[in-house]
T-cell receptor
Framework: DGGITQSPKYLFRKEGQNVTLSCEQNLNHDAMYWYRQDPGQGLRLIYYSQIVNDFQKGDIAEGYSVSREKKESFPLTVTSAQKNPTAFYLC?????????????FGAGSRLTVL | GEDVEQSLFLSVREGDSSVINCTYTDSSSTYLYWYKQEPGAGLQLLTYIFSNMDMKQDQRLTVLLNKKDKHLSLRIADTQTGDSAIYFCAEKGGDSSYKLIFGSGTRLLVRP
């Protein structure tokens, strides 16, 4: 079945450590995204990539980094510079259907900083 | 800037209709979306509507769009306990950006 796989589902990190969240899709979608979800705040865009080897900052990119070396993969690194990294992270990919940008989401990764 | 707002909570009795409301500020929005999120999971697309449409119906779901008032609603007919979830409204701006702007979500609780 086609879909988006995020790993790990749960991750614990000590302060000062970098961690990388994996996102893989087999939908053959060109665009991929990382969103952060905090309770009561909805989804905020961290980074997005419309094509391989290219990506753009979203609204809250500080303290995060990404790469897009392959179409299928869009890993997110949460660096020690991110002041409040505890959150639920959602990866998505998209296809354009008659102009509508339809996002498909992974199941999410919950990061907790100890 | 762009903003999407939703009420935080809605409680209905099983079998009743649910209406979840959303307002947005970007008058150049081209598409508006409804997503559903169950606990601990990702978001699932329910439906979307093009901005030149007033209504779209898909089985138990009816989307109404008032472009003049920048108001979007999702009606769920014959609401079931399995409909309990968080519902997100999102909009795509009129520029060529791939970005969607999401509201903060409405938590729907269906009482037996």
């Amino acid at each position: 079945d086609g879909g988006i796989t995020q790993s790990p589902k749960y991750l614990f990190r000590k302060e000062g450590q970098n961690v990388t969240l994996s996102c893989e899709q087999n939908l053959n979608h060109d665009a991929m995204y990382w969103y952060r979800q905090d309770p009561g705040q909805g989804l905020r865009l961290i980074y997005y990539s419309q094509i391989v080897n290219d990506f753009q900052k979203g609204d809250i990119a500080e303290g995060y980094s990404v790469s897009r070396e392959k179409k299928e993969s869009f890993p997110l690194t949460v660096t020690s510079a991110q002041k409040n990294p505890t959150a639920f992270y959602l990866c998505a990919s998209s296809i354009t259907l008659s102009g509508a940008n339809v996002l498909t989401f992974g199941a999410g990764s919950r990061l907790t900083v100890l | 800037g762009e903003d999407v707002e939703q009420s935080l909570f809605l409680s209905v009795r099983e079998g009743d209709s649910s209406v979840i409301n959303c307002t947005y500020t970007d008058s150049s929005s081209t598409y508006l979306y409804w997503y559903k999120q169950e606990p601990g999971a990702g978001l699932q697309l329910l439906t979307y509507i093009f901005s030149n449409m007033d209504m779209k119906q898909d089985q138990r779901l009816t989307v109404l769009l008032n472009k003049k008032d920048k108001h979007l609603s999702l009606r769920i007919a014959d609401t079931q306990t399995g409909d309990s979830a968080i519902y997100f409204c999102a909009e795509k701006g009129g520029d060529s950006s791939y970005k969607l702007i999401f509201g903060s979500g409405t938590r729907l609780l269906v009482r037996p």
